[in-house]
């Protein structure tokens, strides 16, 4: 719902490389802080729509 198809690819390697996730939400570029601003809007309604009622 909240996330492009290229972020969806992109974030499915954070589960096999974790260490990619941390190294992109210091990073300095603007494209990786788009990105994590996004992955966060995505993480923050996934547990809205998944949490516990």
Not at 22 to 46: G, L, P, Q, Y
Request: hydrophobic share 40%; proline share 2%.
């Amino acid at each position: 719902m909240t996330l492009s198809q290229a972020d969806q690819q992109r974030g499915v390697r954070f589960f096999s490389e974790p260490e990619l996730l941390n190294e992109i939400k210091v990073s300095d570029s603007v494209a990786n802080e788009a990105f994590w601003d996004r992955w966060d809007r995505f993480s923050e309604t996934a547990e809205r729509l998944c949490g516990s009622a």
